[in-house]
Each structure stands twice: as structure tokens, then as C-alpha cells.
């Protein structure tokens, strides 16, 4: 397998207007996305209560050989009600730009740092799997991004997201980018796009021939505003354009695009 399919449809997909999945639609999707080869399933966030939970404990139970992950802030509460739901591995998120840090946390790099590395001890000490998510990266000071997965990675996570979460990059600039981060960081790097300038296909693609070898998409680029990087497109694309392997049977797709888009109605 050459590049890595993280889907994310149940949660940042789900965070599309007007769309709510019940919990058996849930178990269905994953169902599909496992049938179909992706390498992860984003599940979903505990953190929401227990109906999230109810959904997140079915799909569990069905023991579905993928990686399925849940979402998570950089907060005891979160990890502890994933693992509550019997999560194993978890994706504890940080935003990283100096504008999330000033504006929206109103906290300095240092003590999103110090959180992140509590935060991640706190959950390796409860026996989980780790991987770190950092929010509008794009916009984030690139040596910061590297310092973040130099320090998790003593502590063993297993892989860093870089985000475009406002949606502002274009394919050149990825490419640029990533060919640099990807030959620097001592972590993998998934790279997670949305779509708000029409480019989250263009740009995952971009990322990919820099190097990047995880790529977080949903099904139909279903997701808040302008939505994320298609599935479809993506894994079509890698495979006919540019020859890489996904693992993901392409003759499933079309089934599986059916069936989210029939409970998206």
C-alpha cells in the first residue's frame, strides 16, 4: 500500500449542515468504508455525550479489522470519555497557528505544548494509541509545527496531522510545503484539506507527490462549509493518474457512495 486512506466521513463529514447520522447509520458507514479498504475510520467524538457514545460503542463492537480512532481536544475529559467508550486509539487535536493560539485559546506556543504533552501522557498512561492532529497548520508557523512532532514523538505517537482547516492553500504552496515538512519531521504526516477554493482534491494530490503518504478524506468531500477532499476522487486519481496503491477496492465505491448520499436525504 502505498498512501494510507484515513476517512473521517463520521466526524469532521458529519459536521456538514443539516446532517446527523443515528447510530445504525453510523455502524453501516463504517461497515462500508472498512468493506471498501480504508486504512483508518475517524469514528467520532465521545466528548458529545451519549448518544455519540451509543453509536461510537456499536461500531466497537463490530470489530471491524481497521484502525478506528476517536477525536479528541487536548483535554483529560475528552481522552477519558474515549476511553470510557472503549477506545484504544485516540487523535488528540491542537491548534497551532499564533492566530488559534492569541485569539481563540488566548495562551501562549508554550502552553499548548506543555497541554499537548500532558494530554498525551495522560492518554498513554491509560493504554491508548496516539496520533496528533494540529488545527490550521496552514496559517501555523512551520518550525512550530516540526517542534510539536519532535516532542510527541518521545512520547510515542504514532503519527502528526497537518490541517489546512480554513481551506486557503493551493496545490503549488502544498507541494512546496510538504516536500520540505515531509523530509523534515520525524513523524508520518497525514495531510487533512477542505474545500473551500475547489483545490482539497488538487491539493491532496499535491501533498502526495510531495511525499505524504496518509491522506484524510471523507465520502462525496461531504463536511462543514465547502466540505473536505473527496474519496472518490482522491483514490481514483491516485490510482489511475499516478499508479499508487490504497488498498481500497474501487469496485465497492460506487456502493458505498450510494449508501452514504441515500442517508444523507
Not at 501562549?108 to 496516539?130: H, I, M, P, T
Request: aromatic fraction near 6%.
Amino acid at each position: 500500500m502505498n498512501v494510507k486512506i484515513v476517512d473521517t466521513t463520521l466526524r469532521d463529514g458529519e459536521q456538514m449542515a443539516g446532517v446527523v447520522f443515528q447510530a445504525e447509520e453510523k455502524l453501516a458507514i463504517a461497515r462500508a468504508l472498512s468493506d471498501a479498504g480504508v486504512y483508518a475510520v475517524e469514528a467520532g467524538t465521545p466528548a458529545m455525550g451519549e448518544e455519540e457514545c451509543k453509536a461510537l460503542k456499536m461500531i466497537l463492537a463490530a470489530q471491524l479489522p481497521v484502525q478506528v480512532i476517536a477525536w479528541n481536544r487536548a483535554k483529560r475529559e475528552d481522552i477519558l470519555a474515549s476511553v470510557q467508550c472503549g477506545f484504544t486509539m485516540v487523535h488528540i487535536s491542537v491548534p497551532i497557528s499564533d492566530l488559534h493560539i492569541s485569539y481563540k485559546l488566548k495562551r501562549s506556543r508554550e502552553w499548548v505544548l506543555q497541554n499537548l504533552v500532558d494530554s498525551v501522557l495522560f492518554a498513554r498512561d491509560l493504554g491508548c494509541r496516539v496520533v496528533v492532529g494540529t488545527e490550521d497548520t496552514s496559517r501555523a508557523d512551520p518550525k512550530f509545527f516540526l517542534q510539536v512532532a519532535n516532542t510527541v514523538a518521545k512520547l510515542g505517537v504514532e503519527r502528526i496531522r497537518y490541517s489546512d482547516t480554513v481551506g486557503c492553500m493551493e496545490p503549488f504552496a502544498v507541494y512546496r510545503i510538504m516536500s520540505r515538512l515531509v523530509n523534515s519531521c520525524v513523524l508520518p504526516v497525514e495531510m487533512h484539506v477542505h474545500n473551500d477554493y475547489g483545490l482539497a482534491t488538487a491539493n491532496t494530490l499535491a501533498a502526495v507527490q510531495a511525499g505524504v503518504r496518509l491522506v484524510s478524506v471523507t465520502v462525496t468531500g461531504m463536511g462543514e462549509r465547502a466540505g473536505n477532499a473527496s474519496l472518490e476522487e482522491v483514490v481514483l486519481a491516485l490510482h489511475s493518474l499516478y499508479g499508487y496503491e490504497t488498498g481500497i477496492e474501487r469496485a465497492k465505491m460506487p456502493l458505498l457512495t450510494e449508501q452514504v448520499r441515500q442517508i444523507k436525504k
